[in-house]
């Protein structure tokens, strides 16, 4: 089965650079979340779309933003990079039900962000 | 302010026997949970899922069981295999926003 796509795997940046994660969600699934997952801690929701809308928020910071595209995979956008922002960025899609109950989110392999 | 707690950081248990990871909650509106398997590097792995009108859901070796007056719930593995060694998170959200709240992680380990 398909499963959630990240790319790169892998991101080794400069501070004060720009970085750009990528997300390509299960076939079918119309919501994403991105959780950021520092050394040793539990991932932290930052950001959800459903259906290319902006769902939620966390505790996102001002110099991330994230959007949903037309195709249902979204994007990341990370700029001024500090080096608190390393960490492993996880993307989770998940499909809405619309019967009660609780959607179950499935996660991509990460994305592992090295801020130098 | 951590609303999901895995209390028990690491659980080492004798392959065949029975692993218990326990989580406890403080936020009354989660009406879903899910637990997860991580291994390092790699992204969380689905397990198995609870909504909050049921107290037992059963798949295969994995129970996930819910007291919602205690505000507690627990993952039973059985038999326990080495390759069940894993981080497992433990995560609550509500209907109306989705976003998962995570615990810290258990660190299992299976000794063959």
């Known amino acids: 089965a398909a499963g959630v796509i990240q790319s790169p795997r892998h991101l080794i940046k400069e501070k004060r650079e720009t970085a750009t994660l990528k997300c390509y969600p299960i076939p079918r699934h119309d919501t994403v979340y991105w959780y950021q997952q520092g050394p040793g801690q539990d991932p932290q929701f930052l950001i959800s779309?459903?259906?290319?809308?902006?769902?939620d928020k966390g505790s996102i910071p001002d110099r991330f933003s994230a959007q949903q595209f037309s195709d249902y995979h979204s994007e990341l956008n990370m700029s001024s990079l500090e080096l608190g922002d390393s960490a492993l960025y996880f993307c989770a899609s998940s499909s809405i039900t619309r019967t009660g109950g609780g959607e179950t989110q499935y996660f991509g392999p990460g994305t592992r962000l090295l801020v130098l | 302010d951590q609303q999901v707690k895995q209390n028990s950081p690491s659980l080492s248990v004798q392959e065949g026997r029975i692993s218990i990871l326990n989580c406890d909650y403080t936020?009354?509106?989660?009406?879903?949970f899910l637990w997860y398997k991580k291994y390092p590097a790699e992204g969380p792995t689905f397990l198995i899922s609870?909504?909050?009108?049921?107290d037992k859901n059963e798949d295969g070796r994995f129970t996930v069981f819910l007291n919602k007056s205690a505000k507690h719930l627990s993952l039973h593995i059985v038999p326990s295999q080495p390759g069940d060694s894993a981080v497992y998170f433990c995560?609550?959200?509500?209907?109306?926003?989705?976003?998962?709240?995570f615990g810290q992680g258990t660190t299992l380990q299976v000794k063959p």
């Open positions: 779309f459903y259906e290319k809308m902006q769902s």
């Open positions: 936020n009354s509106m989660f009406d879903y």
């Open positions: 995560a609550a959200s509500t209907s109306n926003t989705g976003k998962l709240i």
């Open positions: 609870i909504s909050s009108i049921k």
